[in-house]
């Protein structure tokens, strides 16, 4: 039987955050309010991740394979947001990471 490759993640974006669904039935999730950092890296398979990182350093990693024009919408949203930084760190990404936001404004630690 032939057909498509089941592919190894699928990624929801909605208003109040993103999740990533592997295949393996793991998932990661981070709400848009609890985003502090969003970095672009090059991957081994030729695909650029963005990875959202929370105060604690946990976060989401998303392929941009994996991605539509609502999550660049959704970005848009965050304080500040640099599209154009976004886009050249994509054009330039490569091993290592680059980080393409901070928030002006992260949460408070809790206590």
Same mark, same amino acid.
């Given at each position: ?42 991957? &081994? !398979? $030729?695909?650029? #991740?963005?990875? +959202? ?6 976060g989401c990693v998303v392929p941009r =394979? %994996? &991605? !539509? $024009?609502?999550? #660049?919408?959704? +970005? ?11 886009? =050249? %760190? ?22």
């Amino acid at each position: 039987m032939h057909g498509n490759p089941v592919p190894d993640s699928y990624v929801y974006v909605t208003e109040e955050g993103v999740t990533r669904h592997y295949a393996d039935g793991s998932v990661e999730a981070l709400a848009w309010e609890d985003v502090v950092e969003v970095r672009v890296e090059g991957d &081994t !398979d $030729a695909d650029v #991740l963005y990875t +959202l990182l929370d105060r604690d350093g946990q976060g989401c990693v998303v392929p941009r =394979s %994996a &991605t !539509d $024009a609502s999550f #660049l919408t959704r +970005l848009r949203y965050l304080p500040d947001f640099d599209l154009d930084r976004l886009a =050249s %760190a994509v054009a330039t990404s490569k091993e290592g990471y680059t980080v393409v936001w901070r928030s002006p404004d992260p949460p408070s630690p809790l206590p």
